[in-house]
């Protein structure tokens, strides 16, 4: 079982950044993938960019290639995503997730979900 929390989001100005955090405890099996979700007022929830936790392969939405980064810290059990050039569409709850890597780009296929953290651009 995981547990996962997120934090440090908030409201900044378009072209700002923030660093999201995401701190997991509990037992994991075998290989995984981590990956973060934003949902958007009116909108479904999307893939935002994932990691594998072994080999740290990243992958990342057309929409924030570029401007987002994603990583980890293995020692830690923490997950990070540093959003630079934020835009007020990038305006979301922002979740972190973990689950399988066949499914990390699936909001429906990842295993376990935080609450999440709002993020708030405005222009």
């Known amino acids: 079982q995981v547990q996962l929390v997120e934090s440090g989001g908030g409201l900044v100005q378009a072209g700002g950044s923030l660093r999201l955090s995401c701190a997991a405890s509990?037992?994991?099996?075998?290989?995984?993938?981590m990956s973060w979700f934003r949902q958007a007022p009116g909108k479904e929830r999307e893939f935002v960019s994932g990691?594998?936790?072994?080999?740290?392969?990243?992958y990342y939405a057309d929409s924030v290639k570029g401007r987002f980064t994603i990583s980890r810290d293995n020692a830690k059990n923490t997950l990070y995503l540093q959003m630079n050039s934020l835009k007020p569409e990038d305006t979301a709850v922002y979740y972190c997730t973990m689950g399988r890597i066949a499914t990390m780009r699936r909001a429906d296929g990842m295993d376990y979900w935080g609450e999440g953290t709002l993020v708030t651009v405005s222009s």
């Open positions: 990691i594998t936790w072994t080999s740290g392969s990243t």
């Open positions: 509990g037992r994991t099996f075998g290989t995984y993938a």
